[in-house]
């Protein structure tokens, strides 16, 4: 009855000569010499299609302790039921069945992993100082190679911050840690709530010169090939290890109508919803109608000029500045107009001119003819007036709580503003007229020139408003069945089913369910006032919509921030944790790095461990209770604690 070779472990029938499996127990599958009674007296023992089972065989499967007793391994059939309980008896004061039920209980006490929690408590707030410490670096895009002079600046101060996890690259692996479990808890709580997903994605090159994609997910890579098929595996690579609509910026490798990413994506998952980001959609209708007018290019060129005659040259740059505060004007940036950029940076470069004229005059003494016309005037006017228009739209519709039924209003009103310029000029443009009836802008002389031709304002923006209206359209069926929930467009007295066919269109398309939808429509068409709560599925699903890639824009000038010429160029990973950190990540003030710290020290070493140059184990002063003699420990230890010294 004493302790031997270990194993394997079957359950031994005391009915029938043969093995049987461990299953749980019913009601009445006790042997059938017991009565109810007597079951309860034996609590010890376990049962299973009326055979004993003793604790001994699931203590053996997990820890493989000693053998059972002799006469629990050679018992023999019988129908006495004194021999029967005689028997049990023996077996439960067996030092054998007395060592597995210790371990049981050590083991339903997880006392190995119930001690790391248990660590104490300097140990713990130390690892959590350098997790504080490797977060700030994260939120304020700095090195990691500023952790070592960080930690060496707390700890003059009275800072605890342990004996290890000095080195950059131990920041780096806090980060990524910290990242992981971050995206975890987000994945986790995103797929428990069952909501839709929109996904939307852009490409760029990242300071090494490599073709990385910008995935953002809206519930709410590193890539070697930018050709559509490429993108299109590291999406869904992306989206797979991630734990998961599809919106992109419209260029040809994206949307192509034969090869695009959207068109692959689609043969492949045909419920999916394609969208193109309207902010560039708003810059393709303004390029379209600065291509119609002809006399549009003659500003734009001239905006050019002047851009390149400062952006090359540091010297002209200094010239400017020193004219700017000569005439007590504020000068700001020129850039390009028109161009690839969105209209709202179009609309920063009028204002800049507009403003800084004073400095120009003064400065470029060359230029001073077409500066100080009335035609160039007017034409500064009227393009600071509509892309003041189109810049307030484009801010608006790279809001990350826009919907498209917000956005479908804000477009038409703007479209109306602009018509109506027609009519009635804008406050800029009327400045501008003014000026040339009197000859005289913000006290500079205007000189006509008889061969510079003029924006024609009916042409232009006629030409916007068409092209405006052909990019930007809705045309597509969820789209227009989406309206429905607006309330602004109904009847003034709808119908009981008013917008039936619609909603049972858009449960189809988002599978989601037709009767409940309907209640709820119909409680909003008795009470307009109110928020079904049987609609609320189907409004959140409108939310998830994703007007632009304005989140995906902000990404990029995120990472342009990390890969800064202040540090070295790291790899696209470290990149990804340092953005997933920044983006969802809490104010340094409110990071709290416990929870971080549980997880990782299940795997890693804590602050204050042994920091040895050699290669020796490390050891950690912890609580161990003491365990039954004959059990394997090394199976429940946790992998730092066997852990040898970096």
């Known amino acids: 009855m004493g302790c031997g070779h270990c194993f394997p ?11 049987c499996c461990f299953s749980v127990d019913i009601n009445n599958d006790w042997p059938d010499l017991w009565t109810a ?3 309860e007296d034996f609590l010890l023992k376990q049962w299973t299609h009326r055979n004993i089972v003793c604790v001994c065989v699931c203590v053996c499967v997990c820890v493989c302790v000693c053998v059972l007793g002799c006469i629990w391994k050679k018992w023999t059939i019988t129908t006495s039921l004194f021999a029967f309980r005689n028997k049990v008896r023996k077996h439960a004061l067996s030092k054998a069945h007395t060592q597995a039920v210790n371990v049981a209980e050590q083991q339903n006490k997880a006392a190995i992993e119930n001690a790391m929690e248990n660590m104490s408590e300097s140990y713990m707030k130390e690892t959590e100082a350098r997790f504080r410490t490797a977060y700030h670096l994260a939120k304020k895009n700095r090195p990691f190679s500023d952790h070592e002079s960080l930690i060496e600046l707390q700890e003059p101060n009275g800072v605890k911050m342990g004996s290890i996890l000095y080195s950059g690259y131990s920041a780096t692996q806090i980060i990524q840690h910290v990242a992981s479990e971050m ?12 909501s839709k997903l929109a996904v939307l994605i852009d490409e760029a090159s990242s300071l090494s010169h490599k073709a ?8 709410s890579i590193q890539e070697e090939s930018p050709e559509a098929d490429g993108i299109e595996q590291g999406l869904l690579t992306c989206l797979s290890s991630a734990g998961f609509t599809f919106v992109s910026d419209g260029a040809s490798v994206m949307l192509g ?18 969208w193109h980001c309207m902010n560039h959609r708003l810059e393709l209708a303004v390029s379209d109608a600065v291509d119609e007018v002809n006399s549009v290019n003659h500003f734009k060129t001239f905006i050019q000029k002047l851009y390149s005659l400062y952006s090359t040259s540091n010297k002209n740059e200094h010239e400017l500045i020193n004219a700017a505060a000569e005439v007590g004007s504020q000068l700001l940036l020129i850039g390009r107009i028109l161009d690839v950029r969105w209209v709202a940076s179009s609309f920063r470069i009028v204002c800049a001119v507009r403003t800084s004229l004073g400095a120009l005059v003064q400065m470029y003494r060359g230029l001073l003819d077409r500066v100080q016309s009335p035609e160039f005037i007017c034409d500064l006017g009227l393009m600071y007036d509509t892309l003041h228009e189109l810049s307030l739209l484009s801010q608006e519709l790279q809001s990350r709580s826009i919907t498209l039924l917000r956005a479908e209003h804000l477009l038409k009103r703007s479209i109306g503003v602009i018509q109506s310029f027609k009519e009635s000029p804008g406050e800029k443009y009327s400045e501008a007229l003014e000026a040339k009836k009197t000859g005289e802008y913000r006290s500079t002389a205007l ?14 923006l006629q030409s916007l408003v068409n092209n405006l209206e052909k990019r930007l359209c809705f045309e597509d069926e969820t789209i227009k069945d989406l309206s429905i929930l607006d309330l602004s467009e109904w009847p003034s007295k709808p119908s009981i089913r008013h917008g039936e066919e619609q909603i049972k269109r858009l449960c189809k398309r988002f599978n989601l369910c037709t009767d409940q939808a309907l209640n709820g429509m ?21 939310k998830t919509f994703p007007v632009s890639t304005a989140e995906c824009e902000r990404n990029l000038s995120l990472m342009n921030n990390i890969s800064s010429d202040k540090r070295a160029v790291p790899l696209i990973s470290n990149i990804s944790n340092l953005m997933m950190i920044n983006i969802n990540g809490p104010p340094t003030s409110k990071f709290v790095p416990r929870k971080y710290t549980r997880t990782w020290l299940k795997s890693h070493r804590a602050a204050s461990s042994v920091r040895s140059s050699h290669s020796i184990d490390t050891l950690i002063p912890i609580q161990i209770p003491r365990v039954p003699p004959g059990t394997l420990l090394a199976a429940h230890f946790p992998r730092w604690l066997c852990r040898k010294s970096d």
């Open 522 to 542: 119909w409680d909003l068409l008795e009470e307009p006032s109110s928020e079904p709560k049987d609609l609320k599925p189907l409004m959140n699903c409108m």
């Open 212 to 219: 990385v994609m910008i995935v953002s997910i809206k519930a």
């Open 9 to 19: 472990c079957y359950i031994y029938s005391l009915q029938f000569n043969h093995f």
């Open 447 to 460: 000189k006509t020139i008889a061969k510079l031709k003029s924006i024609n304002p009916g042409q232009f």
């Open 183 to 194: 995206q975890s808890k987000i994945v986790s709580n995103i797929i428990a709530s069952s």
């Open 257 to 274: 109508k034969k090869s695009g990413v959207a068109t692959r994506l689609t043969s492949r998952f045909p419920k999916l919803f394609v």
């Open 37 to 39: 009674k007597q079951k």
